[in-house]
């Protein structure tokens, strides 16, 4: 079969791949849409290590087309939701009552780019298909579900980590599809005040639809000294859905005393996270510093799915730009590398 991904570190493209087969739980699906991710272009640029002849991708709704001998839900000609997190639940990991993530190790149920080939190719496989797989709705598009396998349950797993509460102040550092469903999910959980920092025009305009209040830009000063002017002191909540080591001392210098900082960003491997002992009251501040993966599975997705058919959200309005077909994966892949202005998200509509 062919797939799209990375043949080496820098080097992306088509690859040629056995297809592969469903074991007694799982289930082989063909994609019908795809969303390009940065986490997928971060690993091309080698920030999952030497990766070579890997096909990316994480985000997708398939088409069910082999189902292994103990699968009872699913069955071939089914249209399903993807969660980019699927967990092997006879982990004990799986059991742990913060997150589902981490099955038999750090990330571990991150199946997709960190130890299988991904969703960008004619096939692909879903471990334990019972429980990970979600059927399609009716009366929501695929392109709002596609939505909810990443960057919904990542932004809103942001908002948990939070513990957001009814009229608090929350901060959302980073404004692109992650952290404009985090700016969502802060005001379904009641924040009073949602500033969203950030400077892209069109992210600018969907974050304010979404429910931010205030929007800081860092043309118009340093991020940190205006968040602790206009609040008198500093946000209950910080969400960091981008940026770099800079960003997470920042994160901790506007968060006011018993506050939560929440990281769902991925930092490279080359940063130390640091920052001067008084940000953090020399240890008696009572500010919780927080971050982690999001859990997957079905009922994880099926909840997010309940959101959109029920009106609670739209997350279409971070695709910003479609194509047709499956060869325009490349042209897809490769925006979401550059990230033009205009970017927020791309998706792929498959017609096969």
């Known amino acids: 079969m062919k797939g799209y991904g990375m043949i080496s570190v820098g080097n992306p493209g088509w690859l040629e791949k056995d297809r592969p087969e ?3 739980l799982d289930a082989v699906l063909r ?11 971060h690993a091309m640029h080698g920030g999952s290590g030497d990766k070579k002849n890997t096909i990316l991708g994480h985000e997708a709704i398939g088409e069910v087309v082999e189902v292994g001998s103990l699968v009872t839900k699913f069955k071939p000609g089914d249209v399903v939701v993807v969660p980019c997190c699927t967990p092997d639940w006879e982990q004990l990991g799986v059991q742990n009552p913060r997150s589902n993530a981490h099955d038999s190790h750090l990330m571990g149920s991150f199946k997709f780019l960190s130890q299988k080939d991904g969703t960008m190719a004619e096939f692909f496989h879903v471990n334990n298909a019972d429980a990970n797989l ?14 909810t396998v990443d960057m919904m349950s990542t932004g809103f797993h942001g908002v948990e980590l939070a513990d957001i509460e009814f009229g608090d102040t929350v901060v959302v550092i980073g404004i692109g599809p992650v952290g404009l469903m985090a700016v969502a999910g802060a005001k379904l959980k009641g924040a009073g005040r949602i500033i969203a920092v950030g400077t892209r025009p069109n992210c600018v305009k969907i974050a304010r639809e979404y429910g931010a209040t205030d929007i800081v830009s860092y043309k118009d000063g340093d991020i940190v000294e205006q968040i602790v002017k206009m609040t008198g002191g500093g946000a209950d909540k910080v969400i960091i859905a981008g940026g770099n080591q800079d960003t997470f001392t920042g994160a901790i210098a506007m968060t006011r005393e018993c506050g939560i900082i929440s990281n769902v960003n991925f930092f490279d491997v080359s940063e130390t996270l640091s920052f001067p002992a008084y940000l953090w009251g020399l240890g008696m501040s009572n500010k919780d510093i927080r971050g982690g993966f999001c859990p997957g599975g079905a009922r994880r997705i099926t909840r997010m799915l309940e959101m959109i058919k029920n009106g609670r959200i739209d997350p279409e309005k971070l695709i910003t730009h479609r194509f047709e077909g499956f060869e325009a994966v490349e042209e897809a892949f490769l925006l979401m590398d550059e990230k033009p ?12």
Request: with cysteine; proline share 12%; charged share 15%.
């Open 31 to 41: 994609p019908l849409a795809l969303a390009p991710c940065s986490s997928d272009t």
């Open 341 to 352: 202005k205009d970017l927020i998200k791309p998706v792929v509509i498959i017609n096969w």
């Open 22 to 24: 469903a074991g007694p």
């Open 134 to 147: 979600v059927l399609l709705p009716d009366g929501v598009s695929m392109e709002a579900a596609l939505m």
